[in-house]
């Protein structure tokens, strides 16, 4: 508990700069260190924000109050009624009151709308497009792709993403929006074969979901090539990633040019990288070949500001799945083989392990 309450009080000291420069470098290096540290500092700068915002409508509340008691109301109305020509007299008396009241309103009404993030949610839904394909206006070949779904299935094919492995026994990780309101969801792997998966784990806070590949012909996978990152990647960073925007793997590289997603979003890094509709879900990779991030989103309204949810979130979701909905624990490799390879010889050794991911409704 002590601990707990010497850490708010130096985010508070943070937030309030009230650090010194050496107090204020280090607590900006363990932000950026710990992810978790740098939620509950934005999480506390939220409370704080909630807080002033109620304060500011108390003093609203009693602004006006001594307002109300300043003016004589019943005085007012008989001077208005009876010598209308007064009205700008008594206007001219009290606009300073009321300007000052008027101006108090305006503040607080948008530091509430800002605080409660309404001011910004129509904003930001305009500007922020999820990487899932419409496959109603992208004409597939689907009898030529899908193995083993009825024709009827294959008729309500609507949505379809990207996923990769979380280990060889058939867990897949995706976006929570790219399954999301699925009745039957399909993966296909590289060599165009098909499987039927449960979705046994979904975070859409995060915009994660676990699946389970539970088709009988399904084999296990060959022993994964990449690990998972646990600490935030650096700035500048090059990074790429692997995805199926259209039918056949496409690859994509760029560089890490944020450490937060978007709208300051700390679970998430902003990408300098070509991605398209189908990339969602798909990783993105450092030189090494550690995953870390899940391929999420794009800015609209900005050439080249794309988004992927960090890995630590993934780890951690991983560790909230109930183990009794689990046939197999996941276990994260810990080998990487692909550092020291050549982006070539990387991307062809991890094309076994990403996946289409189709959905029907």
């Known amino acids: 508990m002590k601990s707990e309450i010497d850490l708010i009080k130096r985010i508070e000291a943070y937030l309030f700069q009230e650090m010194s420069d050496e107090e204020l470098l280090t607590f900006e290096k363990e932000r950026k260190d710990n992810a978790e540290l740098d939620h509950k500092v934005v999480a506390h700068l939220d409370f704080l924000k909630t807080i002033k915002g109620f304060g500011e409508r108390k003093e609203l509340e009693l602004a006006m109050n001594q307002l109300h008691e300043e003016f004589d109301i019943e005085a007012l109305k008989e001077e208005l009624v009876e010598k209308p020509s007064k009205v700008v007299v008594l206007f001219n008396k009290y606009k300073r009151s009321l300007a000052v009241a008027a101006s108090v309103a305006i503040v607080v009404t948008l530091a509430t709308l800002l605080s409660t993030g309404q001011f910004n949610k129509e904003e930001h839904s305009s500007k922020y497009s999820e990487l899932k394909r419409d496959m109603e206006n992208i004409k597939r070949s689907q009898s030529a792709l899908i193995r083993n779904i009825n024709k009827s299935e294959t008729d309500n094919s609507q949505y379809g993403g990207t996923g990769f492995a979380l280990s060889s026994a058939g867990y897949i990780v995706t976006n929570y929006h790219v399954v999301k309101d699925a009745d039957s969801i399909y993966v296909q792997d590289n060599k165009g074969e098909s499987y039927k998966v449960q979705t046994i784990y979904v975070d859409p806070q995060f915009d994660i979901a676990i699946l389970q590949i539970t088709d009988p012909e399904f084999k296990s996978l060959a022993a994964l090539p990449y690990t998972f990152k646990k600490t935030n990647a650096e700035l500048g960073e090059d990074v790429y990633t692997i995805g199926y925007p259209k039918d056949d793997v496409v690859y994509g590289k760029g560089y890490l040019s944020s450490a937060t997603g978007f709208g ?69 490799n810990k080998k990487n083989s692909l550092a020291g390879l050549t982006r070539i010889k990387q991307v062809k050794k991890m094309q076994d392990f990403i996946f289409i991911v189709k959905v029907y409704n």
């Open 264 to 332: 300051g979003d700390s679970t998430a890094y902003q990408i300098s990288i070509p991605v398209n509709p189908g990339n969602s879900g798909g990783p993105l990779m450092d030189n090494r070949g550690n995953v870390i991030g899940i391929v999420s989103g794009k800015q609209t309204q900005a050439d080249g500001a794309a988004f992927a949810v960090k890995s630590d979130f993934l780890l951690k979701a991983i560790g909230n799945i109930p183990q009794d909905s689990l046939k197999q624990k996941i276990t994260i």
